[in-house]
């Protein structure tokens, strides 16, 4: 493990606002809880908050939204970043913007559209730089923008199957933190059998399943669970039976010996030994 001088905040998406069924077409609201905690770790109200709402397919509304949100907690300077084309991740003026952010913050929608847009651009590289060197520069995402720091990412596939080789579709995410693979919405849209093959596929990984309502704020080697959900950890490492190379596409798999932890609220992680720090019973609710 890179111990890496920035935060990364990935957040497991919250209740949607839009009608649309497909997540890209939705206006997925955070809590002021836990966007509070992404001000906080940025260094406050008056610190650079740039929203890239790429990943969604109504990226005017949803930049709205956030541009809402964190007026509300008092954020005086948030920018929309509108990135709809790998040119646009080059331009001067976007390069400018994410030199000087304190916080970069990635909406939900498809994650894909995220690695096509700025995987391998200028503004990529400026984000692995600064989150690799500098203390209090925070990537913070939901949903999507969670699961896009991922290098082994979850592009998609069917959640509520049951666990069949093929069911995951993996993708190359931004790459920012190697170590992980993070999944979303995780309770709500049971997406169990996902993970479980994508960490079959890439036991060395460490997969999180996050819950809605729930984020971690990961730096220097730990991640801490806040918000009000759970995080769902699966840890491959010590797998005795894994049968995912041999099977056929369509055929149900069986892992043993997979180790899962199952954190709340102030909970840690060391990603590096991977042990697991829960906090005492008496503990105020962060």
């Known amino acids: 493990m890179h111990r890496f001088n920035g935060t990364l905040i990935p957040i497991g ?8 069924e497909s997540e890209q077409y939705t206006l997925e609201f955070i809590s002021e809880g836990i966007l509070f905690h992404v001000v906080k770790e940025a260094g406050g109200i008056d610190a650079n908050i740039v929203v890239i709402p790429t990943a969604s397919s109504i990226p005017v509304e949803v930049g709205e939204n956030y541009m809402e949100a964190f007026t509300t907690l008092g954020c005086k300077n948030v920018t929309i970043l509108d990135i709809r084309s790998k ?17 970069v913050m990635f909406s939900g929608g498809d994650q894909s559209k995220i690695t096509d847009k700025i995987g391998g651009t200028a503004i990529h590289e400026i984000l ?11 990537i913070a995402g939901t949903s999507a923008g969670a699961m896009m720091m991922s290098q082994e990412m979850i ?15 993996m993708y190359k995410g931004l790459a920012l933190i190697p170590e992980l693979i993070i999944d979303t919405h995780f309770i709500k849209r049971g997406r169990f059998g996902r ?6 596929q890439f036991p060395k990984l460490v997969g999180l399943g996050l819950a809605e309502d729930t984020g971690l704020i990961i730096k220097n080697g730990m991640l801490e669970v806040i918000g009000s959900g759970m ?18 596409e369509g055929t149900p798999m069986s892992l043993t010996n997979l180790k899962t932890h199952i954190l709340s609220n102030g909970d840690r992680f060391n990603i590096e030994n991977k042990e697991v720090e829960v906090l005492p019973m008496e503990a105020p609710f962060i």
């Open 128 to 138: 692995v730089d600064r989150y690799k060197n500098e203390a209090g520069f925070v």
């Open 231 to 248: 995080v769902i950890i699966f840890d491959g490492r010590k797998l005795k039976h894994n049968n995912h190379k041999v099977l056929k």
């Open 195 to 200: 993970i479980s093959e994508a960490v079959a």
């Open 155 to 169: 592009a998609g596939g069917s959640a509520s199957e049951a666990f069949i080789k093929g069911a995951v579709t």
């Open 87 to 103: 040119e646009d991740s080059e331009k001067q003026a976007s390069i400018d913007l994410i030199k000087t952010a304190n916080c």
């Open 13 to 20: 998406g919250n209740e949607d606002k839009g009608i649309e």
